[in-house]
């Protein structure tokens, strides 16, 4: 388990999610780390503590490389408690949200994304259904801090993670490596890849600081305005309208004076309606008769909490603000009578 929380994100690009598009087709972030794991010296590393292992507690308790990106890969299926372990590092109730939630509220300054650890934890136990199979659950008295945990995501999501201001910076990067990288991707030899970190394309950005837009404008924080954003959850209307005014200003400025983006997350994977075997549930337990239910029917906030984030917005060029402003607040007006 250990191993697996330390190596579990190895594979990312370089800014995290905010380049991934730009792994190569078919790729994801968990082959990367698949393949670090599996063939660097990381692989060494592992295979060295499982020879500890069998030493120390016999031939059945071997590590190697292959066992711990099987076990998170979700591949290894011929030992339940395996899929047990996976849980702690990938569901709804993972010790990798639970450490970058407020890590980067920390490091970000603000109060969204804090909750009460401590009682989360401790109200953690294990559900075991009729098949033997163990899962991972919480007591009746751990749901208000599951409640915050899971709204602390939420305001992160929304206040940080999908700030407007994040949005630009994560679409001049992906501009920038597009122009810099061979082909537009990151290279698929798991050692060229890896010459590919925050240093390095920081490094690529200043040499070419002169001749490319998007490294001046990231190095020398030169933001494009938004001009327009859509509510935090987009209806059928919402984007009707946010067509209409980006139609509208395209036609009006032209094309080239515009970037779009789109910010797009369900809060959580727990469907209002399961089975409690079910491989998303997070069974809780009530305190006096033992009852199993899953969370989403002892909680009406996770229950409420169904709707995906969808984000929209329109972002302008210095030299065409005052007029696309203008021509937003005449639509907008227009529309409210």
Not at 28 to 54: L, N, P, R
Not at 97 to 112: A, T
Not at 210 to 216: D, I, L, R
Request: glycine content about 4%.
């Amino acid at each position: 388990m250990r191993i697996i929380a330390l190596v579990h994100d190895l594979g990312h690009a370089p800014f995290s999610h905010a380049s991934e598009e730009l792994l190569p087709d078919g790729f994801s972030h968990e082959d990367y780390t698949h393949m670090i794991v599996t063939q660097t010296e990381v692989a060494d590393c592992i295979s060295e503590i499982g020879e500890w292992f069998k030493k120390q507690y016999g031939e059945e308790y071997d590590i190697t490389p292959e066992l711990i990106s099987s076990i998170y890969k979700g591949e290894n299926i011929e030992n339940p408690d395996f899929i047990f372990l996976k849980k702690f590092m990938d569901s709804e109730l993972d010790c990798d949200k639970m450490d970058y939630l407020l890590r980067d509220s920390l490091y970000c300054g603000v109060s969204y994304g804090k909750f009460d650890l401590e009682r989360l934890i401790n109200t953690f136990t294990v559900w075991e259904n009729e098949e033997g199979v163990l899962y991972l659950a919480i007591e009746k008295g751990g749901m208000h801090a599951f409640e915050e945990f899971v709204l602390a995501r939420y305001f992160m999501f929304t206040q940080v993670y999908f700030h407007k201001t994040r949005g630009f910076l994560d679409n001049a990067l992906l501009y920038f490596l597009k122009g810099v990288l061979p082909n537009g991707k990151y290279p698929e030899d798991i050692q060229e890849f890896l010459k590919y970190d925050d240093i390095y394309v920081l490094e690529l950005m200043k040499q070419n600081i002169k001749q490319n837009e998007w490294a001046e404008r990231i190095l020398k924080r030169k933001i494009l305005s938004k001009v327009y954003e859509t509510p935090v959850h987009t209806s059928e209307k919402d984007r009707q309208i946010f067509n209409l005014i980006k139609n509208n200003l395209v036609e009006r400025i032209g094309e080239e004076y515009f970037i779009l983006d789109s910010a797009d997350k369900l809060v959580h994977q727990m469907p209002v309606r399961y089975e409690l075997d079910s491989e998303k549930a997070i069974p809780v337990i009530t305190e006096n008769d033992k009852k199993v239910i899953p969370v989403s029917v002892a909680s009406e906030v996770i229950r409420k909490m169904t709707e995906p984030i969808n984000i929209k917005r329109i972002y302008v060029y210095e030299d065409k603000k005052e007029e696309a402003i203008k021509i937003v607040s005449e639509m907008m007006e227009k529309m409210s009578k």
